[in-house]
Each structure stands twice: as structure tokens, then as C-alpha cells.
């Protein structure tokens, strides 16, 4: 098995808010991709006094553990036991009520003898490339079905529409938003590879339209998630000097990470 990752802050002035694990058994049968993408709130304005990054690593940590030790749950399953986990490790210093309490969109993968299980909540994407070479882009297209004028992306979207009927959802503090989440599985033997990525680095292909889904995966089968987070910063840098003609209000540069798998 070939397992690559790479994540990349947005600039060093904030801490890379992007979370991402891969882990395997010393068995060598099966494994997990754990990519979380956590959303920056203004300044002051989330009621919770830990950060961002330890929400991140609090969640992605419980997702990887009960992935690897509790085969008997399904991904949905152990995404709510995890929120619930994170929720009770601040519950009794911070307002988990908040609209924006700290939270993650998530890609998740986990796969053992027989098949590959997914999940994507939120705009964080996960790619399945079939043995014939086909790319499958698992996406939760919420914000894409947001109201006109709402920008699309979860870290900056009107925080009215979050975890909200018609709005989007992101793992919080509410086990329940589970149940959103994309999910589903597919025979282990019919996977030749697998990517997750956040938003900052699937831009190459949802801003910037370089190539589609498969032109993105085979571009990380030869250069690696180092090189497609590159590329990314170049075509923003670009965009900035010809005056944001694709990034309009988002940030110029984005926390970005990749993560692939050769099975």
C-alpha cells in the first residue's frame, strides 16, 4: 500500500487549521483516512475558549481510534460517538450552543478485506478511483444548493445557514448531524486508489477548473499531494495579481491538505 500526505497552512500569520491522519493495522489489512477541515469563526465570536486546531486534533483523533477499534460501527456511527466525545471534553468551559463552536467538515475512508466504507459531510471531498480507472468524486453539494448571494464555503458562509434545514451541516457539538453525512461503501476489489482532500486543495479543480476529478487524482499519482498543493499556490498567486478574478472574496490562500492511497 501507498499512503501520501501533505498539509499545507494558509499563510504563517494563523495555524494550519486542517487536520489529517492515515493509519493502517500491523496486521497490514485495511485502513483508515481520516481529513478534517476546521472552520475558521471571527475573531472572538465562537464561545469556546479553545482554538480551532484542538478541536481538529480532539475529533480526528476519536475518529481514527474508534475506526480502527470498533468494526462493529458504522462510519456515521462513529463520526456522532466522536462529536459526542469532543463535545464533552469543553462542554463545562464553553458554549457549545454557538453557532460557531468550533467545527470540521469531514472526508473519511476506512477499508478492510472486503470493502471500502466512505463519508463526506460538508465540502471537504473524498475521490475513489475504480480499477478501471474511473474516478468517483464522493461530495455532500449542500453549500453548491445554498440561497443565491451565500458564499460557498463552509468557513465563511452566513453562519444562519449552518447545521440548519436548508442550510449545510458540519461536525460540532451535535452527534445527530451524523445522519447527514454522504455516505456509503463499495467492494474493496473494485478500489485502485483513494484521495481526500480540503476545499483548499480540491480548489485545483472546483476554482481554478484545471482538470476534472480524474485529471486532480492522476495529478497526485505522479507528483504527490505536495505537488497539487504547489500547483494550487501558484494558480493562486495568479489569480491575485489579476486582480481575484476566481477567488473573489475567499482567501487568497487557504489551509490546504491531501491524502492519498494506493490500495
Known amino acids: ?43 472572538g465570536d465562537d464561545g469556546c475558549v479553545h482554538s480551532v486546531p484542538w478541536f481538529t486534533a480532539r475529533l480526528g483523533g476519536a475518529l481514527v481510534e474508534l475506526s480502527g477499534s470498533r468494526r462493529d460501527m458504522d462510519l456515521a456511527e462513529i463520526l456522532s460517538e466522536s462529536i459526542r466525545r469532543t463535545a464533552d471534553a469543553h462542554r463545562p468551559t464553553c458554549d457549545l450552543s454557538h453557532a460557531r463552536t468550533p467545527q470540521a467538515t469531514v ?16 465540502d471537504a471531498v473524498l475521490l475513489l478511483e475504480g480499477v478501471d480507472g474511473a474516478v468517483r468524486a464522493v461530495l455532500d453539494d449542500r453549500l453548491d444548493r445554498l440561497p443565491p448571494g451565500s458564499l460557498a464555503s463552509a468557513a465563511t458562509v452566513d453562519g444562519r445557514l449552518r447545521n440548519k434545514e436548508g442550510g449545510f451541516f458540519t461536525a460540532a457539538a451535535d452527534p445527530a448531524v451524523a ?54 499556490r501558484e494558480l493562486e498567486r495568479a489569480d491575485a495579481a489579476a486582480g481575484r478574478v476566481r477567488l473573489r472574496r475567499g482567501k487568497t490562500h487557504d489551509d490546504a491538505t491531501a491524502v492519498f492511497v494506493e490500495l
Open 107 to 122: 472526508a473519511l475512508a476506512r477499508w478492510g478485506e472486503h470493502a471500502v466504507e466512505y463519508l463526506v459531510l460538508s
Open 1 to 43: 500500500m501507498r499512503c501520501e500526505l501533505v498539509t499545507v497552512p494558509g499563510g504563517p500569520e494563523r495555524p494550519n487549521e486542517d487536520w489529517a491522519s492515515a493509519a493502517a493495522p500491523a496486521s497490514g489489512q485495511g485502513g483508515v483516512v481520516v481529513v478534517l477541515d476546521g472552520v475558521t469563526p471571527p475573531v
Open 179 to 232: 445522519a447527514r453525512a454522504v455516505t456509503g461503501s463499495i467492494p474493496v476489489t473494485e478500489v485502485r486508489s483513494l484521495a481526500a482532500l480540503t476545499d483548499g486543495a480540491s480548489r485545483w479543480t472546483e476554482v481554478f477548473h484545471e482538470g476534472d476529478w480524474a485529471a486532480l487524482l492522476e495529478l497526485v499519482r505522479k507528483a504527490g499531494p505536495q505537488g497539487l498543493i504547489d500547483r494550487v
